[in-house]
């Protein structure tokens, strides 16, 4: 096993300016969710990802997929592996590759040597990719997600993708005593706690309440947050936990793992 790289691409709950949505980008070859952070990429490295991994259908996680398939198709010698869980594929499959919002790409240019292929995933069950073994675990969310883990040779690195309060999540991650960085969504502000519970996010005291259940110690870096609320979100979070060193994500940061 190498060392694993995992580059931020977009970190934002929305967009404006420099923000831009979920997305890493893993080695070179891999990408977790698919953000319009990926709309960074140059066109050469955009051609190069041969496999997306998606926490859940909603659009900010997935608006760059059906554009990078239409830009790179056509440059690539193998189909792009799309893995999400069973629901997540039949809500891309039924509203997004419906032909109507875009073509089908797992069926150009023909059935059986498609540009886009959908691998279903389970809860639990670690995905390995050329040697990196990525584990999605469910979370609680509006809409079915999960969260994901990956395993280095230098330590685990654990995202939450988008998520409420739950206990799973926490329970298999204190299972990794290797776990080196945690990257956990924090959406709204603690004003508007009514709205974070009904669309199933996260808010700093909600955070707090979260943390607590996590026995080990990574780094731990805060992303989803809602444009124009960063600093007031921050220092919500550093109020509460003054102790905790908690960091803000930004765009570019690179984790080795
Ligand atoms: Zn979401
Ligand atoms: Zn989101």
Same mark, same amino acid.
């Given at each position: 096993?190498?060392?694993?790289? #995992?580059? $931020? =691409?977009?970190?934002?709950?929305?967009?404006?300016? *420099?923000?831009?949505?979920? +997305?890493?980008?893993? %080695?070179?070859?891999?990408?977790?969710?698919?953000?319009?952070?990926?709309?960074?990429?140059?066109?050469?490295?955009?051609?190069?990802?041969?496999?997306?991994?998606?926490?859940?259908?909603?659009?900010?996680?997935?608006?760059?997929?059906?554009?990078?398939?239409?830009?790179?198709?056509?440059?690539?010698?193998?189909?792009?592996?799309?893995?999400?869980?069973?629901?997540? #594929?039949? $809500? =891309?499959?039924?509203?997004?590759?419906?032909?109507? *919002?875009?073509?089908?790409? +797992?069926?150009?240019? %023909?059935?059986?040597?498609?540009?886009?292929?959908?691998?279903?995933?389970?809860?639990?069950?670690?995905?390995?990719?050329?040697?990196?073994?990525?584990?999605?675990?469910?979370?609680?969310?509006?809409?079915?997600?999960?969260?994901?883990?990956?395993?280095?040779?230098?330590?685990?690195?654990?995202?939450?993708?988008?998520?409420?309060?739950?206990?799973?999540?926490?329970?298999?991650?204190?299972?990794?005593?290797?776990?080196?960085?945690?990257?956990?969504?924090?959406?709204?502000?603690?004003?508007?706690?009514?709205?974070?519970?009904?669309?199933?996010?996260?808010?700093?005291?909600?955070?707090?309440?979260?943390?607590?259940?996590?026995?080990?110690?990574?780094?731990?870096?805060?992303?989803?947050?809602?444009?124009?609320?960063?600093?007031?979100?921050?220092?919500?979070?550093?109020?509460?936990?003054?102790?905790?060193?908690?960091?803000?994500?930004?765009?570019?940061?690179?984790?080795?793992?």
């Amino acid at each position: 096993m190498t060392t694993t790289s #995992i580059k $931020v =691409l977009g970190c934002s709950g929305g967009v404006g300016g *420099i923000a831009r949505t979920t +997305s890493f980008l893993i %080695d070179q070859d891999v990408l977790l969710d698919a953000g319009t952070g990926v709309m960074n990429l140059a066109l050469h490295q955009l051609a190069a990802i041969d496999h997306v991994l998606i926490t859940h259908a909603h659009l900010d996680h997935i608006v760059s997929l059906p554009l990078l398939l239409d830009s790179v198709a056509a440059m690539r010698k193998k189909p792009l592996q799309v893995y999400a869980q069973a629901d997540t #594929i039949e $809500v =891309l499959r039924t509203h997004i590759f419906n032909w109507q *919002i875009w073509p089908d790409f +797992s069926q150009i240019p %023909d059935a059986k040597n498609p540009y886009l292929q959908f691998n279903t995933i389970a809860v639990n069950e670690p995905v390995v990719i050329g040697g990196r073994e990525i584990k999605p675990v469910a979370v609680e969310h509006t809409v079915p997600a999960v969260g994901y883990i990956i395993k280095g040779e230098q330590g685990s690195f654990a995202f939450s993708g988008d998520m409420t309060e739950n206990d799973h999540f926490w329970q298999v991650l204190n299972q990794y005593s290797d776990l080196k960085y945690l990257v956990v969504e924090t959406t709204f502000p603690d004003e508007q706690i009514e709205l974070t519970k009904l669309s199933k996010h996260l808010c700093p005291a909600m955070l707090t309440s979260e943390l607590a259940k996590l026995q080990l110690n990574p780094d731990i870096f805060i992303t989803h947050l809602m444009p124009g609320g960063e600093k007031t979100i921050m220092d919500q979070i550093k109020g509460h936990m003054p102790d905790k060193g908690l960091h803000q994500l930004q765009a570019d940061h690179i984790f080795k793992i």
